[in-house]
């Protein structure tokens, strides 16, 4: 840092300085505090959707092998159900972070694509239990996104506070310290010029 000459003027813009970056150090602080906060509960929840998950693709494929062992190949029913568009991401925001809110439309398997007559329960169940497995599949990919940009979030904040709290607060803290005594030394320079002055008069 360049040598500041010490002045009051100096002295007032460094101690401004100061006081802001020891504010930004607090709000940095709180951000890092909330977000931490929200990404741990957002850590819970993805833990929860894991569990569930994994059960209903356990109950999904346990449906679809009893359907394909009942109808045979499945591929000619399969292939009339229509692609689903039904993704909608829109985007919130935590402490300026923007987090991805994953919806999916309410959208009910059309039995007129493949018929009643040529399928079966089994079937019908396995087609009901991928809907609840796309539901979820979409639930964890926005809390395992959401989580992922939160944790980049905080390392960044993180490192701004540290930052402040090991380079610039102290740097200015030396600053403001070195102008004081340079103007408190100046202060007693003056004031013994001035004794030596008025002992002159006399």
């Known amino acids: 840092m360049a040598q500041i000459v010490p002045t009051k003027a100096n002295l007032m813009n460094t101690k401004k300085s100061l006081e802001l970056a020891k504010l930004g150090y607090d ?4 951000k890092r505090n909330i977000l931490v906060r929200e990404m741990m509960q ?8 894991q569990s569930q998950i994994g059960e209903t693709y356990a109950a999904a494929f346990d449906a679809l092998k009893r359907a394909t062992l009942n109808l045979g190949s499945l ?8 692609v689903a568009d039904d993704i909608e991401i829109d985007y919130r925001s935590v402490m300026g972070v923007e987090l991805p809110t994953v919806q999916l439309k309410e959208q009910t398997v059309d039995v007129r694509a493949f018929g009643f007559l040529e399928t079966n329960a089994d079937f019908d169940e396995a087609c009901r239990r991928f809907s609840e497995v796309k ?4 639930s964890l990919s926005e809390i395992e996104s959401s989580i992922c940009r939160l944790a980049d979030a905080v390392k960044k904040t993180q490192k701004r506070s540290n930052a402040l709290s090991n380079i610039m607060i102290p740097r200015f803290e030396a600053t403001v310290k070195q102008i004081s005594e340079a103007l408190d030394e100046k202060e007693r320079e003056d004031f013994s010029r001035l004794k030596v002055v008025k002992r002159q008069k006399k």
């Not at 539901?135 to 979409?138: D, E, G, N, S, Y």
């Open 135 to 138: 539901a979820l599949t979409a």
């Open 27 to 30: 709000l940095m602080d709180r």
């Open 42 to 49: 957002l850590i819970d929840k993805a833990k929860d959707v």
């Open 75 to 82: 591929a000619r029913f399969v292939s009339a159900v229509p």
